[in-house]
């Protein structure tokens, strides 16, 4: 047999009572001011109440709002950017050889086609990550400006950790890592 749930079997009487209501006969009128909210509220309302308050009297800008919109769309500029060197990863670790002067070809194919891949979808990951977390602080009224700064941080240190592990595993890297470059 179920247990009745609060307040089911009361009647409306019992049930004005309980919520310090004034019994139906005695209802106020409208010239009547309404019944004064219960004095002690507690600790954890009083709290929601003053944060709400606290919201309701700074809601984001639309400065903060125009800044944040502009971060991603930087961000999502750098995304597509990105993605093919990620994906052409050997020769983009050729050429960053070559510019540091060290005469040698990369040569650890399979790890940067799979670390590059690697990279695009962690890339990825962090920007659409970055891109939720803005937008519903924006629509949370919620200052967001600082959001797509810290998934860009965020994100690159992930994808530098993707490069880096087929950079560290080309012999000739590792070799001419503490040499001088060539002048």
């Known amino acids: 047999m179920d247990r009745p749930q609060y307040g089911e079997y009361a009647s409306p009487e019992e049930q004005r009572a309980r919520a310090g209501l004034p019994p139906l006969e005695q209802t106020p009128t409208a010239s009547a001011p309404p019944p004064a909210p219960p004095a002690a509220l507690s600790p954890r309302h009083t709290q929601q109440q ?3 308050a606290t919201q309701a009297r700074r809601p984001a800008g639309r400065a ?6 502009v971060l991603l769309g930087i961000g999502l500029v750098n995304v597509l950017t990105s993605i093919p060197g990620f994906l052409q990863l050997s020769d983009s670790l050729d050429q960053s050889l070559k510019m540091l002067g060290v005469d040698a070809d990369f040569s650890n194919f399979q790890a940067a086609r799979v670390w590059g891949v690697i990279a695009v979808v962690a890339l990825m990951a962090g920007y659409a990550t970055t891109l939720w977390l803005t937008v ?19 994100t690159m240190v992930l994808v530098s950790v993707c ?3 087929p950079m560290f595993g080309d012999p000739a890297f590792v070799s001419n890592l503490g040499t001088p470059p060539a002048g």
């Open 50 to 52: 003053a944060h709400v």
């Open 64 to 69: 903060d709002r125009l800044i944040a919109m």
């Open 136 to 154: 519903r602080r924006i629509r949370a009224g919620r200052s967001a400006w600082w959001v797509p700064l810290l998934g860009f941080v965020a």
């Open 163 to 165: 490069i880096s592990v």
